[in-house]
Every structure is written in structure tokens, then in C-alpha cells.
């Protein structure tokens, strides 16, 4: 720069590929930069430079009130200076990459004189250690003088007194894709303008200029999916003031994509749910089609359930089992859309039920049930335990001739098990297992099983015994003896008389075998309970149990194996195990059939505990619920019912699956990119079954999404896609809010 005097005053100097401001060569006589904002500027390909870049050797170089922040490689580089001819004062610096002021300079007998400037903190340590590049980190270097520095913001910085305008208009905020957007605008102080131009986000040809013309036209061809685009008009005068004013307008093109759901169980059993979709931008209808198989592309081997309908959602009934799939289809002037395939199993639930009571007071009721398999016959059975096979014991009612509702009368006080089997030429059903007591109330307590949670041979002396109803009773006693019981006599111990709950908890202080029975009564008699042994050793004192012994020579073991590090892992498992109390099955029985019993009462016991869980999901107590499965599964285990692990286990997959996908949701709406650990520290599942979720979640259009698997994190569209995401988390919510626990 030659010239007697330069200044450089009231510009933006943003969004450049290079530095904001470079100054190299020879000064003449003095430069000034003042009242700039300089921002959002990068560099040279991936390299990111500075904002501003001064090398020279001669002249004075003033920099003051200006805004230097948010550049990608530093705010000020000092490369190359003769004499101590620049001075930074009364600048707020702040926020930029790498250093503030990077002193490069080679002349350690130099000084930069940037006192009084804004650093974005008053932390003196941080603006000397990390905000400041000099001859303190680097001797060769010059030094920068920043101290004293300003403790608040300049204010005196930047101010623009922007041109005006009017009359902003586009031919339409509505557009098809392929047509053309005129955009027009009247400058108002048109002797300053010096340039206009308009930029829109997220197009590849995002600016163009127009230059001393008192009225523009933009011409845009919008080549993307259907969403919003913004704009933004700016204005220059020939003083370096600007202004600036947003608007926007709609690309319309074919439906956009958007996700089918459902509310049906898994397996449904009553036929009837809805399906459930999210907002197709851009559709004007929707039309819902079904297949025995999957639907791949829209073709005249599908069924219609219904066409050009609006609204979601839409109630489904059906009346068959099978699995069946579903896809919606959106339509609009240009085009449709097809949503994700869903299928729905159905299996219709074959329900036996009555109308008698709990118990029943006479013996006569009637055994009603649906038939959902188009059986052409029925016949009924019954037992006195639980049945879940048909076997030659049963007592059959009815052959293959039975109707609902069935009547059954003249039953005396006692537990009545029944099951209804239906028959067409495919083969034979089984309903469900229904349970009547009944109890005449002339007659004495029903009969009723004791049970225990003492360890077969228990170490502590602290058990509890535990009794089904014996309906019928008015209260019960709890008897003990060193024998075997067999009538309540004068050798007999009353432990408590008048009991009127199911349980007693009682404490042993002396090693031994003690018997237990339960007596109920009412006006009419009594009923005895089995009797049960409970074998009590207490622990000496010190005395190191069989189980942590075993472990201490495990332990031992794998430590010569291992190593401290390896075993750290096992030990923490094996104390809990050798800590916690394993579950026993109540009651330790003295004959086969006894043990025959019990097993059965444990098999009602967690099947009746599986159906709380269920009811617990329903009524959103997610928590409760796996906690209630994770007894169900462990009890389940120990027994080995099989069938029971396996229902429980699903289910509680489905629950970890449930709070997976909500917290993917719910990160997802704030932030582009997310470690599987995060979700992991949200929901508390593993990172396994997080991975395979999240990839179903993708596979099956749940959300937007790419995983990686060599960095464990999900990449979000988040742009395209967060009203999906708000919409569908808000189906969840939803969901949680009706109770229904469904659509996994």
C-alpha cells in the first residue's frame, strides 16, 4: 500500500475459504483497521488460516474496534516485522482456533503492543498460557505486551447503518420442483448501494450478486425433496454498512418418506389394532394395502383396505391367524410414496372362561369360550391339578359334542381344573387352563398347601412358611413338633393361633428337624395342610460356608491361571452369587407325590407371576416389570420350566429393546452424531444389544441414520429428518401414556 493513508473500516469479512484480511509488501505511510468484524473465516484447502495475516516493513499499522472471532486457524498472526510499528488496542478477540494472536515474528528483541484488548475472559493465567503464541512459549519470538486488558467487551466496535428496501416479493411460497422462483426487491437508497446479493441455504449455487441496479431477479431451480429453504437478501452501500432480511419458501416434489407402525401385541390375540403413520410432507392421501407376504412394490396382487383415506390411524380387525404385512402408500400430483413394510402375527387367543365365583358358593356355574379356529366340535375336561396336556387320568365331560356355554352343576367344595378342545379336519386345539374353586358353605375350609422359603438344609434359622387359600376359612393356626404330624394332639406346639394372612416368619435357635402343619377353620370344622420338614444346622461362629469355601479354592485357582487383573471380573460375579440367597421351592415335601405337588404349585406360582409382568407392561411400570421378570427368569431357571424362561426372557428382551429405541429417539432430536456408549449410559443395556437394535432401527426405516462400526456411533441426518424424529417419539410417549405397551 502506497497511498499518504489507508483505512480498512465497517466491513464483515466472513465465511472466506482464505484469511479474512492479508496485508503483506511494503506500507508507506499508516494503515488503519478499525470497526471490521471479522469472522467464520478458514483457509487453504484443509489447511485453516488466520483472520488476519499481516508481513511487512515499513509504515504503521493500526488495529482497533474491531470483532475477531471464530476463525478456524487463530484470530491474529504476526509473521514478519522491521520495527515496533503495530499496535492491537480496544479489540475484542475471542473464541478463535489455536491462539488469539500468534507472534511468529523472529526478532526476540521485539515487542507487539496489544494492550487493552478484550480476550473473551479475565483469567490472566489462561490468556498468557493459551490464548497468547509469543516469545514466553518460543525465545526466538517477539513478545506480545497484552497486560493490562480489558475485563468487559468493546462496545464501540462494529456499527452499520444499513441501506433500506421494499417490496420484497417471490412469485409463489409454494413451489413444484422444476419450476422457477422469481424473487424481486426495491432498493430504496440506491445513490449508496453498492452490491446485493441473495444467499440460500443448503444449495450448491448459494449466492449470486447484482450491482447498481435499483430493483433484482433471482431465478432458482429447486432440484431437492421436499422441506423449506431459506434465504437470506444482503446490502452493501459504498460506506461498508450492510443489512440483511430472511424469508423463505417450499419445494414441492413426490411424497415425502415417512414410517408405518402398529399398536398389535405380539402375537395379537384379539384381531383388532391400529396402524399408525407418520406425516408424508407433501402427500394429499393416503391408501393402505395388505399381503400374506412381503411387500416389495405396489402391484395388483395386493389388497385395499382403504383408499384415498387422510387420517392416522386406522383400525384393523382380524378374524384368521397368519402373519400378515402392511404398507401404506402416499400420493400426491407428482408422484407416491411407499412406506416400511410391517407384519402383524395373529394368534387369536382359544379363551375358556366361566361365570362362576371366587370360590364358588354352589357347585353351579357354566364354562363359556370363543372360537376363533373354525373347530367343528368341542369336548371338556376335567382334573384336580393344572392341566397342560390331554392324558388318559382326565375325567372327560363332554365328546366332541359340547357347546358354549357348557353347564356345570353339583360340584361339592374343592379345586376344579378344566380345558376345552377343539377339533377340525387340520387336527385338535387346547383352550387356556381354568381353575373353579368351590366351597358350599355348609361344608368345612377347602383343602390348601403349605410351602417354605428355608434352604433345604438352612444355616440361619430365618424362614418363612407360606400357604395357598384354603377357601372357606375364617383364620388359621400354625402348628410344630420333633415328628412327623399326623393329628393335632397334646405333644403338638401352637406356634399362633387366629392367623388371617397366607404367611408366617419365624426364627429357629436351635439346630434340629422340626415339622410344620396349618389348621384352617370356620363354623363348619377344619382342614389340615400337608406337613413339612425344615432341617435347621446354624453356622458356628466364624464358620466359613460350604459354598464361599468351595469358591476360595476356585478362586485360588484361576488367580494362578489369571492373574490379579483377570479375576477381578469373576470375583465380583461369584460374591453375588455365593452372597444371595438362592431360591428354593416352597416347601421340602416327604413323598414323591409331595414333591410331585409342589413342583406343580411352582409352576402356577411363576405362571401367575408372568401374568402380573404383563399387566405391569401394560400399565407402563417398565421398571417393575423386568424386575418382576428377572425373579420370574432366576426362579424359572433354578425349576428348569423351560417354557417359562423362554417367555419371560423374550418379553424382557422387548422391554430392553423399548428403552433402547426411546432413548435413540430422544438423543436424536438434539445432536448429529452419537457414541453407542452414550446410549448405553442413557437406557443402561448392553452395547451388543444396542448395536443390533440401532441397525433394525435403520434396516427398517425407525430413523435416518448410518452406524459405524469402527468408531461404535450412529450418524444422524438430523436436517432431514427431525420432524420424523419428533413425531415419532411423540407416538412412543403416547403409547407410554395409553398404557398399551405395544408396537415392539
Not at 30 to 43: A, C, K, T, V, Y
Request: overall charge negative; hydrophobic content about 35%.
Amino acid at each position: 500500500i502506497y497511498y499518504s493513508y489507508s483505512l480498512i473500516k465497517h466491513n464483515l469479512v466472513f465465511n472466506n475459504s482464505n484469511n479474512g484480511i492479508y496485508i503483506a509488501g511494503v506500507i508507506e505511510n499508516d494503515l488503519s483497521i478499525q470497526n471490521n468484524r471479522l469472522f467464520n473465516n478458514s483457509g487453504y484447502g484443509i489447511q485453516i488460516e488466520l483472520g488476519i495475516e499481516v508481513g511487512s516493513n515499513g509504515g504503521k499499522l493500526n488495529n482497533q474496534y474491531n470483532d475477531i472471532f471464530n476463525n478456524r486457524q487463530g484470530g491474529i498472526s504476526i509473521l514478519n516485522l522491521d520495527e515496533n510499528i503495530y499496535s492491537i488496542n480496544y479489540n475484542n478477540i475471542y473464541n478463535n482456533s489455536n491462539w488469539e494472536i500468534n507472534c511468529v515474528w523472529q526478532d526476540s528483541t521485539k515487542v507487539i503492543n496489544a494492550i487493552n484488548n478484550w480476550w473473551g475472559t479475565s483469567n490472566y493465567t489462561k490468556i498468557e498460557e493459551e490464548l497468547i503464541f509469543d516469545n514466553d512459549d518460543d525465545s526466538n519470538y517477539a513478545r506480545v505486551n497484552y497486560n493490562p486488558f480489558l475485563t468487559s467487551v468493546v462496545i464501540e466496535t462494529y456499527k452499520a447503518e444499513p441501506p433500506q428496501w421494499s417490496n420484497l416479493q417471490i412469485n409463489d411460497t409454494f413451489i413444484k420442483s422444476g419450476d422457477t422462483l422469481n424473487i424481486s426487491i426495491e432498493v430504496i437508497d440506491n445513490i449508496q448501494v453498492d452490491s446485493v446479493w441473495i444467499e440460500i441455504n443448503e444449495t450448491t449455487n448459494n449466492m449470486t450478486n447484482f450491482i447498481g441496479t435499483n430493483t433484482f431477479y433471482f431465478i432458482f431451480i429447486p432440484t431437492q425433496v421436499n422441506k423449506t429453504y431459506n434465504f437470506i437478501i444482503f446490502m452493501n452501500d459504498t460506506s461498508g454498512h450492510f443489512n440483511s432480511s430472511e424469508s423463505s419458501f417450499f419445494v414441492l416434489v413426490k411424497p415425502g418418506n415417512f414410517i408405518l407402525s402398529s399398536d398389535a401385541d405380539n402375537p395379537e390375540t384379539d384381531g383388532k389394532f391400529n396402524l399408525s403413520w407418520t406425516i408424508s410432507v407433501g402427500a394429499d392421501k393416503y391408501s393402505i394395502f395388505v399381503d400374506d407376504k412381503y411387500i416389495t412394490d405396489i402391484n395388483n396382487s395386493l389388497i385395499t383396505l382403504a383408499s384415498q383415506i387422510e387420517l392416522s390411524p386406522y383400525e384393523i380387525s382380524v378374524l384368521l391367524d397368519g402373519i400378515y404385512y402392511y404398507v401404506i402408500v402416499a400420493y400426491n400430483n407428482l408422484g407416491y410414496t411407499v412406506s416400511n413394510c410391517i407384519s402383524v402375527k395373529v394368534k387369536l387367543d382359544f379363551l375358556l372362561t366361566s361365570d362362576a365365583g371366587d370360590p364358588d358358593m354352589d357347585g353351579n356355574f357354566n364354562l363359556t369360550w370363543i372360537n376363533p379356529i373354525a373347530a367343528n366340535n368341542f369336548s371338556v375336561f376335567y382334573y384336580n391339578k393344572y392341566i397342560t396336556t390331554i392324558h388318559e387320568n382326565l375325567t372327560i365331560l363332554a365328546d366332541q359334542n359340547a357347546t358354549s356355554p357348557y353347564p356345570i352343576f353339583g360340584l361339592s367344595s374343592d379345586a376344579y381344573y378344566f380345558i376345552i378342545v377343539g377339533y377340525n379336519n387340520s387336527g385338535s386345539t387346547l383352550s387356556n387352563c381354568l381353575i373353579v374353586n368351590v366351597h358350599l358353605p355348609t361344608d368345612p375350609p377347602n383343602n390348601f398347601i403349605l410351602s417354605t422359603d428355608a434352604e433345604y438344609l438352612d444355616r440361619d434359622g430365618n424362614f418363612n412358611l407360606i400357604w395357598t387359600i384354603s377357601y372357606g376359612a375364617d383364620n388359621y393356626t400354625l402348628y410344630f413338633h420333633d415328628e412327623y404330624i399326623t393329628e393335632i394332639n397334646e405333644n403338638v406346639s401352637k406356634v399362633h393361633e387366629g392367623i388371617t394372612v397366607l404367611s408366617y416368619s419365624t426364627a429357629i435357635l436351635e439346630n434340629g428337624v422340626y415339622f410344620y402343619i396349618v389348621i384352617s377353620y370356620n363354623k363348619n370344622g377344619m382342614t389340615s395342610s400337608n406337613c413339612i420338614t425344615i432341617e435347621v444346622r446354624l453356622r458356628k461362629q466364624g464358620e466359613i460356608p460350604q459354598k464361599t469355601k468351595e469358591f476360595i479354592v476356585i478362586l485360588l485357582t484361576l488367580l494362578g491361571i489369571m492373574g490379579i487383573s483377570g479375576i477381578l471380573g469373576v470375583f465380583s460375579y461369584e460374591y453375588y452369587l455365593v452372597e444371595k440367597r438362592k431360591i428354593k421351592p416352597y416347601g421340602v415335601s416327604i413323598t414323591k407325590a409331595n414333591i410331585i405337588e409342589e413342583r406343580n404349585l411352582n409352576e402356577k406360582s411363576m405362571l401367575k407371576r408372568l401374568r402380573i409382568a404383563e399387566k405391569l407392561i401394560q400399565k407402563n411400570h417398565i421398571p417393575s416389570a423386568m424386575n418382576e421378570l428377572t425373579i420370574i427368569i432366576d426362579t424359572a431357571k433354578y425349576h428348569k420350566f423351560n417354557a417359562i424362561v423362554y417367555e419371560a426372557q423374550t418379553k424382557m428382551n422387548l422391554l430392553k429393546e423399548i428403552k433402547i429405541k426411546k432413548s435413540v429417539l430422544e438423543l436424536g432430536t438434539k445432536y448429529n452424531r452419537l457414541q453407542v456408549r452414550e446410549i448405553s449410559e442413557k437406557c443402561g443395556e448392553s452395547e451388543d444389544l444396542i448395536i443390533s437394535t440401532v441397525n433394525e432401527m435403520i434396516q427398517n426405516n425407525e430413523i435416518y441414520a448410518k452406524y459405524f462400526e469402527s468408531s461404535k456411533s450412529i450418524a444422524f441426518d438430523r436436517q432431514a429428518n427431525i420432524k420424523e424424529f419428533d413425531k415419532l417419539r411423540s407416538s412412543y410417549i403416547q403409547w407410554q401414556e395409553d398404557g398399551t405397551g405395544k408396537n415392539f
